[in-house]
């Protein structure tokens, strides 16, 4: 029942319930100047109660205001469907096996209707039908570890990360990419760069700055490129993969201990800072742009360390700083604070 | 099925478009005159071949609300296109490059895109969506345009009757294409993002002079009221065009009205005579189930032909293929339009979707123009087992072109069998239309995610329309009564100007056909005159009127005035010559009589003349030059 009317409050629930129009109704709405035909959709939580919302024959949605419906004829109801097609990652014993794990972020995705959010498409059919191209590096294997925004990761979602990385590579998979947010992404592989050691296979952090749900999206050739790297390359380390220049040229691999995200938006935000990426990465190949990074072996000998000091706080100097902002930290972060000073 | 032939353009009559059920509509796209751009803060309007950076891009289809891919989508996605962004750091940030989410709507595009939605009657929506509708052909690097609907309904008068408005949005201006080679195409991003009114007509016209006729009046509408861009590309229309059992097709980008009405001749033709074909198909037993074909690799076999297309292709180790259209002989010289055939058809989607770009691209049977050898066509015919009674279309490129060639040829000759297949069309030169893509559906129109709803309040609304500007037709109306002279008429009544008309001869009370004649003919006059200048600002009109009103300036001075204000910027108001009475001619007249008297003239009859240029020279600008002439002339006689 709150489902026929979805998002939909006062002013503008009255009117559909007067009229029995539930959302996916098709419909005739009349106002005193003209006649809107189309579908209801179900209202954004975050918008007013005042309108109501079709979607016309055309494609275009329009707000009527409750307040001027003057009749609602009900022709018909259809509810749309939302699902990716999903088809079986085929699976070739020649290909490599990589694992994708999960923790959040949308790197191939579809749109809910109702909030615009994005719902991110994930198990290896969702993403088989969204990007087929990885078909053609991979065996694809996913484990949804879980679904926060990025700004959410904390000590638990590192830890579980950590551990689940070493799981996969105990089950010996040629490499592992972890799908995560962008905002704090450059945090995470710096964690992970120290939970994560001696890796025998690649470890490739992937996400997108613009979400899968533009046909201009980065998501989908970040997903080649990490998978590529994890299924291929040489360099057993925590990498962060993403987007170099701004085009849809190439990939850069930046050491997860050196990498930082530079601007909210920019397709090509992460750098490696002071200092020069670890690789290229194109559809076609991988090109090394240093010698000193560990290399990939047969063995499965990782040690996984997820040793973590939660009271280490991180502050920045400016000048005119007063004492007692370092005072109250050093009360509530008792084992440790680290002074960031400009240069 | 009715047997009527398409004549030439000329001959049609308007019984003859009835007879094949001629219908067309109108989507005109009008750039809105507002200083930045729709969704960012970028100076609109500012055109530049130059470029700083250049971005690449390519295009992905998504799933719409309903959760499907738009058919176009996929069309797009299998062509596989590089897309090459030209950037100009002056026109371009990076909302455009969709590396920043857009900023809120601009304001003064919104209530332009109500004045003119109020102007057309039309019921103006309580709340604004923006959606995304997609476009994987490039011309938007998001693969979206921005979009929304700002009103629904309205009409306008049209001869006797009236024509139906379905709908008017605001949208997001697209880039401008530089060329389309192979698998590369390049746009220039300097247009992108520029606001965009597209009015929407119902198909009510019924021959292509009507559908032509009513765009001018649609242009003429959005024009008076001097908000939107006017010259070349600032207004461009897609045309509806269908007959009775055909389909709706869309031309798009007319860049003029002039030839709206041979492209939907053309377009009418076309779909008339791929209904005749289909008929043709049936007469032979060729139905879409029945339809049979069969594609094949013949590189070996021409490898020494002749030919110099293929013989080029090969040279550079590309492929030759072929395709066998089972019962279609002849059917490839079925005339579609104006000196054009199916084959055209089947060219046209080997172009845009295989991208084999350079022409000819394919070769076939039926053709009577020299192409590979008979006894080449022979050996290929019976190598892949083709009879009398087919068609065999050949065509060459990479591997990969050529086999999504085969498929394009056999899914184009199928769909004869079905008739008008819906698709967008471009307006060729030659007034015929081609190929463009498949006719995009709703299932490419998504939510923006990144804007939310906009209310419009009633108040705004009631705003814009207590400042309506007039219908052009009435101005025209009252522009006759005041004798305005004939030429000024349309042009003042479509132009910005007209509102200071009406205040020049309303508030001023300066003559209506000074007014007219300095407002319109002048500007031309000085173009006439080799001056270059785009347009005129309005309060250099609106200082000159209200100074001749005033009596500061002469009528004559007036050109002399505007002249300086184009050639060289310069506009004060308190520096104009004043002007002299008819009564102190005199005294100018007689202070020349010394300046005559030095000067030797080689012939006396022309004593008069050097005279009056004298005075002129002196007084020019300041008074009527007839009163000067009179009173040398005068002058002269009392000293003879």
Redesign the interface.
């Known amino acids: 029942m709150a489902d026929d009317y979805k998002g939909y409050k006062d002013e503008a629930l009255a009117v559909l319930m007067k009229y029995e129009a539930m959302v996916w109704c098709d419909v005739v709405v009349s106002?005193a100047?003209?006649?809107?035909i189309g579908i209801i959709l179900p209202r954004?939580e975050?918008?007013?109660h005042?309108?109501i919302?079709l979607?016309?024959?055309?494609?275009?949605?329009?707000?009527?205001?409750a307040d001027?419906v003057t009749d609602i004829k009900i022709e018909g109801r259809k509810e749309?469907?939302?699902?990716?097609?999903e088809k079986e990652f085929p699976y070739d014993p020649v290909k490599p096996n990589v694992k994708l794990l999960g923790t959040g972020g949308t790197i191939a995705s579809?749109?809910d209707?109702r909030t615009?959010?994005?719902i991110p498409a994930f198990t290896p059919g969702e993403l088989y039908g969204s990007v087929p191209e990885l078909a053609d590096i991979c065996n694809l294997d996913t484990e949804k570890l879980y679904g926060v925004f990025s700004e959410n990761m904390g000590p638990e979602q590192w830890k579980g990360t950590a551990l689940a990385i070493g799981k996969a590579i105990e089950s010996g998979v040629a490499g592992i990419v972890v799908g995560h947010g962008t905002d704090t992404m450059h945090h995470t592989a710096a964690i992970l760069s120290f939970m994560v050691q001696n890796s025998p296979v690649p470890i490739v952090m992937v996400g997108s700055?613009?979400?899968?749900?533009?046909?201009?999206?980065d998501a989908?050739?970040n997903l080649m490129y990490s998978v590529k790297t994890a299924a291929e390359s040489d360099i057993a380390e925590v990498l962060v993969c993403m987007f170099g220049p701004?085009?849809?040229?190439y990939g850069l691999l930046h050491r997860g201990t050196r990498v930082r995200k530079m601007h909210s938006?920019?397709?090509s935000t992460f750098r490696t800072i002071g200092d020069i990426p670890v690789a290229m990465v194109s559809r076609k190949e991988i090109t090394p742009l240093r010698q000193d990074y560990k290399r990939r072996r047969s063995d499965k000998n990782v040690i996984i360390n997820t040793a973590f000091e939660e009271k280490v706080g991180i502050v920045y100097y400016y000048p005119n700083m007063k004492p007692d902002v370092i005072d109250s930290l050093i009360d509530n972060v008792t084992e440790g604070l680290l002074l960031q000073v400009p240069d | 099925m009715n047997d009527f032939v398409f004549k030439p353009f000329d001959e049609m009559t308007d019984d003859d478009y009835q007879q094949v059920g001629f219908m067309s509509g109108l989507e005109i796209h009008q750039q809105l005159l507002t200083e930045k751009k729709l969704f960012c803060r970028c100076p609109a309007g500012m055109y530049n071949q130059k470029f700083d950076a250049e971005i690449l891009r390519h295009m992905r289809p998504t799933l719409s609300e309903l959760g499907e891919y738009d058919g176009t989508a996929l069309m797009e996605f299998k062509t596989k296109k590089d897309i090459i962004y030209h950037i100009n750091r002056d026109t371009v940030c990076t909302y455009e490059m969709d590396d920043t989410p857009p900023f809120e709507i601009n304001e003064q595009a919104l209530d332009i895109a109500l004045e003119i939605a109020l102007l057309y009657q039309s019921a103006t929506t309580d709340e604004i969506h923006i959606a995304r509708k997609q476009y994987l052909d490039g011309s938007i690097p998001t693969g979206f345009q921005r979009t929304a609907i700002v009103s629904i309904g309205g009409k306008i008068p049209y001869k006797d009757r009236m024509i139906d408005i379905i709908q008017l949005s605001i949208e997001e201006d697209s880039c401008r294409e530089v060329s389309d080679v192979g698998h590369r195409r390049v746009y220039i991003a300097d247009r992108l993002g520029m606001p965009l009114l597209e009015t929407v007509t119902a198909p009510d016209m019924k021959t292509p002079v009507e559908v032509a006729e009513v765009g001018k009046i649609l242009s003429n509408i959005v024009k008076s009221t001097g908000k939107v861009r006017t010259g070349a590309g600032a207004a461009r229309e897609d045309v509806n065009v269908s007959v009775t059992g055909g389909t709706r097709i869309e031309i798009k980008g007319v860049p003029s009205l002039k030839r709206i009405p041979l492209l939907t001749y053309n377009e009418a033709m076309r779909q008339w005579n791929l209904l005749r074909l289909r008929e043709e198909l049936k007469k032979r037993e060729i139905t879409t189930e029945i339809f049979r074909s069969k594609s094949d690799h013949v590189t070996r076999l021409l490898r020494k032909t002749t030919y110099t297309p293929i013989a080029a292709a090969l040279q550079e180790e590309k492929v030759v293929g072929s395709v066998i259209l089972r019962g279609f002989k002849g059917l490839l010289n079925w005339q579609t339009q104006t000196e054009t055939y199916f084959s055209k058809e089947i060219s046209d989607r080997v172009r845009v979707v295989a991208c084999l770009t350079t022409l000819p691209n394919i070769i076939h049977s039926d053709s009577t123009s020299e192409t590979i050898s008979i006894a080449e066509w022979q050996k290929v015919k019976k190598a892949i087992g083709a009879t009398d009674k087919d068609t065999v279309v050949i065509v060459w490129g990479n591997s990969m072109d050529v086999d999504t060639a085969m498929k394009e040829i056999a899914i184009r000759a199928k769909e004869a069998t079905l008739g008008v297949p819906s698709e967008t069309r471009q307006a060729l030169k030659d007034g015929t239309t081609g190929f463009e893509r498949i006719l995009p559906g709703p299932e490419r129109m998504y939510p923006d995610t990144d804007l939310p709803p906009k209310r419009i309040p009633d108040e705004r609304i009631a705003k814009i329309k207590s400042q309506l500007p007039e219908y052009y037709w009435e101005r025209v109306k009252w522009y006759k009564k005041l004798g305005v002279p004939q030429d000024c008429i349309e042009p003042l009544a479509i132009s910005k100007l007209a509102l200071l008309f009406k205040k020049a001869v309303k508030e001023f009370g300066v003559n209506p056909k000074l007014v007219a004649v300095v407002l319109i003919q002048l500007p031309k006059r000085l173009k006439k005159m080799q001056v270059e200048f785009e347009s005129i600002e309005e309060n250099v009109f609106e200082g000159l009127l209200r100074a001749y009103k005033e009596g500061l300036v002469a009528k004559e001075g007036i050109l002399p005035a505007l002249y300086d204000a184009v050639k060289y910027g310069v506009f004060d108001l308190d520096n104009l010559p004043p002007p002299i009475e008819d009564k102190d001619i005199k005294g100018f007249v007689e202070n020349s009589l010394t300046e005559i008297r030095v000067k030797t003239l080689r012939d006396e009859d022309n004593f008069e003349a050097v005279y009056k240029g004298i005075v002129m020279n002196k007084v020019r600008g300041r008074i009527d030059g007839t009163v000067v002439s009179k009173a040398v002339i005068k002058y002269v006689k009392e000293i003879k």
């Open positions: 106002t100047q003209t006649n809107f954004s975050t918008s007013d005042l309108h919302v979607k016309l024959r055309s494609g275009y949605n329009v707000g009527i205001l001027k749309a469907i939302y699902k990716i097609p579809r749109l209707y615009g959010a994005v700055q613009r979400s899968s749900d533009r046909p201009s999206s989908a050739l701004t085009s849809d040229e938006s920019y397709r």
